[in-house]
Each structure stands twice: as C-alpha cells, then as structure tokens.
C-alpha cells in the first residue's frame, strides 16, 4: 500500500452537519463553530447553504453566518447553491467556493429534485457560467454515488456521466457521496477507479457517512486508490433523513485519528477538533465522535 | 484484493462485552442473549469467565450461565480460565473451548497480573495441561497486542514471544487484542504479518476495539492479510475500562455488514443479530451499533 503523503480534509460540519441536526442552532453557535474549525487548520470549510428557508429552514442565516465569522487567510469557505439566486447570495457572501449538486441514482433526481440526471445537470449550467465569469472556484457534490434509498443500487455508468457533466461544466473538485452511508470498501475502490479515469484524481473527494459504520474503512479504501480529499463533520455531526436516529457524517476525529495513524499529514490540529466536537456536541445534547470521546476521556483520567 | 471467500466470527458479547457494562445483567438475559447468539448462527460464543467474583462480580454467575443455556450443536461456546480453578469450572460446566490470555505488554502485565509477561505465561501451564489431557480446545488471547494503555508501543517482538509461548502450549487459536482499540489499519497489517510468520494464520483471529473509530477499518486491513476469524459483539456491547464512555468491541452488526458488502460469508443472519442487539440495548438502556440502528430505522419507516 501506498497512500498519499498529504491529504485535505474538507469539514462539512457546519453545512452538512447541522442540516440533518433536528434542533435549530443558533447564528452564534455556528459561527463560533466555522471559526474554530478555520483556527483548528482545516483547509476548507463548507460553511451553509444559500437555499430557500423553505426548504432548508436550518441554513436560513447563511448570509449571516457567512458576514460574522472570522475568514482565515487562506482557508476555502464552501456554500452550497442549488440555482443563480443562490449564487448572487455566494457572491454578496464572498464565498470562495460555490458547490453545485446532482444525484447519480436517478430515482433519487426524480424524487428529490422533481427532474431527470441530465435536466438536473441543465439546471445548473448558469451557476457554472457565473462561477466561471467571476472567478470563484466551483465544487460538483455528486450524492447517492453509492446506493440510492430508492432505487438501491446505482449504475456505474450514471455516476461517471454526472462526473462527465461536472467536469465540462469547470469543475475542479467533485465529492462522490454515499449519501446513506450504506457502501463497503470494496464498492468504493471500484467506483473510485472508474471514476478517476473521468476526472482528475487529485481532484476527486471522498464523502463517506457512517450510517453503517463502515465510513473510515471506505476511507482507507479510498486512499488505496489514491484519493487525497475527504469530507468530514466534526463530532460526526448531521444524521441520515433516510434512517432516523442513525449517524451521520464520518467524524472528523475518528478521520483525524486515521491519518495521524497512517502518518498522513493533513495540517489540522486533531485536539483543537476534539474539544470543538466536545463543544458542539454538548450544546446539541449529542455525543460526539468516537476517537473525540476517547480522546477527551483519556485526558480526563 | 483477494479476501477469504468465509470467515468465523467470534461473538464476544456475553463475555467481554457485558464484563465491561456497569449494570449487572441478569442471569435471565445472559442465557437468552447466548441462545439470541447460537440461533442466529454464530459458530463460537464467548460465554462467560470462570473468575473469581471478586475480580469480575459480572461474571459470577458463569456457571448457572453455562448451565441454562441451550447448548446449538455444532456452537462453540468458549471461556475464560485464568487458573486451574477457573478450569475446573470450565470443566464441569462442558465448556467446549478454554481461554488462557496474557498480554504482550510488559507494563500492562505487571500492572494487571501482577507478574513478568515470561511468568504470566508460566502460570498457564496447567490449565494448558489440563486441557490437552480432557481433550478441550484452547485458545490464546493476547491482549495490548497493539498498543498498551501504560506503555503505549508494544515492541512487536514481545507480541511473537506470546504467541510462540500459547503455540508451544497447544493454543489452536490465537487472537490478537487490540484491547484499548487505538491501531490504525497499516499497523495491524505489520502486525498480522509478522504473527502469521510464528502461528498458522488460519488460528489467527483478530479482536479489535472501536474506542477511536477504526474497528472496520481494522478487520479490513486484517482481512487484507489473510486473516479469517474475527471478534466482534452484539451492539458493540461493553467499554473501554481505560477511556470511560468511550465504546466497546467492534459491534458484530457493523462486522457482519460489512462481510455482506464484500461476499464473505458468515453463516450468520445479520437481521437476527440486528433483533438481538435491540433487545439487549434495550435492556441496557443503552444504544445499539451504527448497522443495527439503521438496518432497524430502515425496516420500522
């Protein structure tokens, strides 16, 4: 095995997280949490979503939150816009990175976004064009990559063709997501493989949930074919809306804890996450993260 | 990657998952847990220790345990003898393996036996004795194998001498403990590797801890080398006596998804354990593992 010697690792708490979290959380809660994220060394932090509050009630205050934290130089702050509207509010944000979404199950496109793959992917061609024309880096966050709630398994090929789409439209990262957190390391490396030979591998993220408890070992599986980015929650925050009370993103300490093991340098600080997932997690009334609380525990003894 | 087309998997649960709950668990649920475990399909149940109660108050009522349950012919139901007396228990209650452990950290074992790793091994003579002589088969436990909560790094060198000293004792199984679960997958790999030069790697089974989060990742890299009998625990059951909250075994339900999702078969019915891990969460008040709420959430919406 070789892995990469560096890897980034993008926390998606604050977006992802949150978002499947059923309490609202207040403004100053998340801004604190993007701002010690940032002062934790990730290098980018998906930090809201600038989608309507009817849908999203959770990320109403993406303006907000985007205008109060403390942008640290050279950490990449992501938003999520679903259409231009989205966009114009990225753009008045200053966000660094607009993410741009399409599902590879079709069932999942039909259901969740009312269209078909490719008139999911026509949608967002304008943002691209916008992106494009004021310089703002531009993510692809292809979900359901591994397993659909609907539909079960995915084709290979209608995730290399969003692959294909993101990468036409400019592109320069793109998150394959298992979105139920339902693959095995074994799916991974395959549809990582076919997926690399699409789009550039430096920039194909790794997006794994933990809803079966299989996230790190997807990771590990990842890394083995070379993949360098990972998305990650701090205290694994965020559930999954198609399995209730399960868990959510892959945690950020337990991905921490991995690299650290597997002499992976990824340049953020894993005690400023744990106390930060500690944090969070006692606001929330949750528990945080595996590798957090053992961590926390062992200091405590 | 070529993984083993079957693997045996462990159930520790009624032994090292509930000796490491803080309730007492009554000798009712103890012996329908075993039955839960049997009739799923486990080929091996950890059943209980034949310790002083005074150690292991959890564990007093092995007997009565070994007694009520409904032994599933062709289920190994194995326990832990730290001494001859432990093994006349074990003796009388028709144990059909014996388990004798030492640690392979000279730190831990001063600590917890109160003895040199060389004279921990000594001790185990007769019992090793014993059961060769009344045809039992005996199992090594080799705990700290990857890390010590006093020493930190186990020299890889005294994980070879205990398992040349359970060999030389007739062990037909070894397994190596990652007792306070902090391995990261490349140091399991190194460690599997230079075990499997010392001890037939089909003896070898690999118990991991999710205290950090990489218990999957762990057996996967385990599985990479060959290894084929795994531990694991209904729910996750039990702790981690050395980071309080922090969690146990690798849940069996987590363990068994993922053989699934890589075509190793088991034997075992995952959705009977998912059903048994419920119930004892329940009954613990306690949570049940990532693949067991999810697989449950999935089947009550």
Redesign the interface.
């Known amino acids: 095995?070789s892995y990469p010697q560096r890897v980034k690792i993008v926390e998606v708490g604050p977006r992802d997280g949150l978002q499947n979290e059923k309490e609202l959380v207040p403004t100053d809660v998340k801004v604190e949490l993007c701002d010690r994220l940032s002062a934790a060394g990730f290098p980018n932090v998906e930090a809201t979503s600038f989608v309507s509050p009817k849908w999203v009630p959770q990320m109403a205050d993406g303006a907000e939150v985007m205008a109060r934290i403390a942008r640290r130089p050279g950490t990449i702050y992501s938003v999520l816009t679903p259409n231009m509207k989205g966009f114009e509010g990225a753009l008045a944000a200053k966000a660094d990175e607009v993410v741009i979404f399409g599902a590879a199950s079709e069932a999942f496109s039909q259901k969740n976004l009312n269209c078909s793959i490719a008139e999911s992917m026509d949608r967002f061609a304008p943002v691209a064009e916008a992106a494009k024309a004021h310089g703002i880096r531009l993510r692809g966050a292809l979900s359901t990559a591994l397993g659909c709630p609907y539909q079960g398994e995915v084709p290979i090929e209608d995730v290399l063709y969003v692959a294909r789409r993101f990468k036409e439209m400019g592109c320069i990262e793109i998150d394959i997501a298992d979105t139920i957190?339902v693959?095995?390391?074994?799916?991974v490396?395959k549809v990582m493989e076919a997926v690399a030979k699409e789009f550039p591998i430096e920039g194909i993220a790794g997006h794994f949930h933990?809803?079966?408890?299989?996230a790190?070992?997807n990771?590990?599986?990842a890394l083995d074919v070379g993949i360098s980015i990972f998305h990650s929650s701090a205290a694994g925050l965020g559930g999954?809306p198609?399995?209730?009370?399960?868990?959510g993103n892959v945690?950020s300490?337990?991905v921490l804890?991995?690299m650290?093991?597997?002499?992976i340098e990824t340049g953020v600080d894993l005690d400023a996450v744990v106390d930060t997932g500690q944090w969070i997690s006692a606001h929330l009334q949750r528990k945080s993260?595996?590798?957090g609380?053992?961590?926390a525990?062992?200091r405590?003894?």
Request: proline fraction near 2%.
């Open positions: 095995m957190g693959a095995t390391p074994q799916k490396r933990d809803t079966y408890g299989q790190v070992a990771v590990v599986a999954c198609f399995a209730k009370g399960a868990t945690a300490e337990d804890y991995l650290r093991g597997l002499d993260s595996r590798a609380n053992a961590i525990a062992k405590a003894a």
